[in-house]
């Protein structure tokens, strides 16, 4: 079982503001055992995003979570006094139940896309350095496979 901390956050725009809500941590619970634990320590990174990596379905509909992958923005980098999606962030990695937690990629600017494409194996289209690139992630050997840049971002 997987929970969401919430804290709300105030915003101001151009022409409007009020509070939003951002998920800051994980808490995971074990039934069987009657135990529980945060994804990480403290509550003072926003994750922006997140997915269940799972096996392929089986032909009566199963599918086995493998992973969990989660971009999380850990400092402003916007100079904002914010912690928000227009941050630089990271992409991250746990099992199902909340364990080894581990920070695959750096400094990314943008989340353009991504697709399972296998038992396990994901692939996440990127912006970092203004230029378009994309990750292949072995989820079930917790590897980062590739890392490569792409054609040019379209303006």
């Known amino acids: 079982l997987r929970a969401k901390l919430l804290s709300a956050q105030d915003y101001a725009g151009k022409f409007s503001s009020g509070t939003s809500t951002a998920v800051r941590n994980f808490l995971f619970y074990n039934h069987d055992e009657h135990a529980a634990h945060w994804l990480v320590a403290t509550d003072d990174q926003l994750f922006s995003w997140h997915t269940e990596v799972a096996n392929p379905a089986t032909p ?7 992973g969990l992958l989660y971009q999380v923005v850990i400092e402003d ?6 912690l928000t999606a227009a941050d630089m962030s990271d992409l991250a990695l746990s099992d199902p139940t909340g364990q080894n937690y581990e920070i ?3 400094d990314i600017e943008q989340r353009k896309g991504y697709k399972q494409i296998g038992d396990g194996r994901f692939v996440f289209f990127f912006r970092r350095d203004g ?4 990750a292949e992630i072995d989820t079930i050997g917790r590897t980062l496979d590739r890392d490569v840049e792409l054609l040019p971002t379209p303006e």
Do not use: I, Y
């Open 60 to 66: 009566s509909g199963d599918r086995t979570v493998v």
């Open 77 to 82: 980098t916007d100079g904002d006094s914010r």
């Open 104 to 106: 695959l990629l750096t």
């Open 131 to 134: 230029k378009l690139r994309v």
